[in-house]
């Protein structure tokens, strides 16, 4: 059965410092990955995705994730991060070739930025 | 913005009763799919709907029933509540094109709460 593995349930990061959010995942063949986020009080909004190529790939508001496929992992990172980007980040797989467009949710990671 | 609404967004049941949630989805998308967010958990899928048929359903029991209409709009019926189903519930659209990417477009969700 496919899995997802966040190792941060809750990060406390001032601004300005550097994020990695660790994501693992449990599956024996091709996926697409995400990173989702959820901002207090606001729907779930897709950060950024990978489907094939470039293993590095960069999303919304300065976030880039690296795709590793020997280790299955997706981790999220941000070199300096602001006050706005309290929210709660969610890893997400959907296995390539399944009849349902079926997405895969890690438990999330809840993230706040003190000023 | 991600042209899903769902209503309503937010209702109070109790124990026994039944529930129906509804979903509008993206200009353009003709798949639905359903989650539920647990409190401090990830989004989990409880079925997709394509051509006004389920073609996908997660680990949820037959109590959890949904219909799609032929405007692609969704109801998400739940039987017999218990307290474990207080959650916010996720309305996802997608188009189905033959491929699926796992590139879902979520609402805000129905936050149901069960006493």
């Known amino acids: 059965a496919q899995s997802v593995s966040q190792h941060n349930h809750h990060v406390i990061l001032s601004e300005a410092a550097s994020l990695e959010l660790g994501c693992n995942y449990s599956y024996g063949g091709t996926v697409n990955l995400f990173w989702y986020v959820q901002y207090p009080g606001q729907h779930l909004q897709l950060l950024l995705k990978y489907f094939s190529g470039d293993p590095l790939v960069k999303g919304i508001k300065g976030f880039e994730a690296e795709f590793i496929k020997s280790k299955f992992s997706f981790n999220l990172r941000k070199p300096s991060v602001q006050w706005s980007d309290t929210a709660e980040y969610f890893c997400a797989v959907n296995a390539i070739g399944g009849a349902t467009n079926k997405l895969i949710f890690g438990t999330g990671t809840l993230l706040a930025v003190q000023p | 913005e991600t042209g899903v609404t769902q209503s309503p967004t937010h209702l109070i049941k109790t124990r026994g009763q039944q529930v129906t949630l509804r979903c509008s989805s993206q200009s353009g998308h003709n798949t639905v799919s359903w989650y539920q967010q647990a409190l401090g958990q990830g989004p989990q899928f409880i079925f997709q709907?394509?051509?006004?048929?389920?073609?996908g359903r997660g680990n949820f029991p037959p109590r959890f029933s949904g219909l799609q209409f032929p405007n692609y709009s969704s109801e998400l019926n739940v039987n017999a509540l218990e307290l474990d189903d207080s959650a916010l519930y996720l309305c996802a659209s997608s188009f189905n094109s033959g491929e699926n990417t796992g590139e879902l477009f979520f609402g805000e969700g129905s936050r149901l709460t069960v006493l």
């Open positions: 709907y394509y051509r006004e048929e389920e073609n």
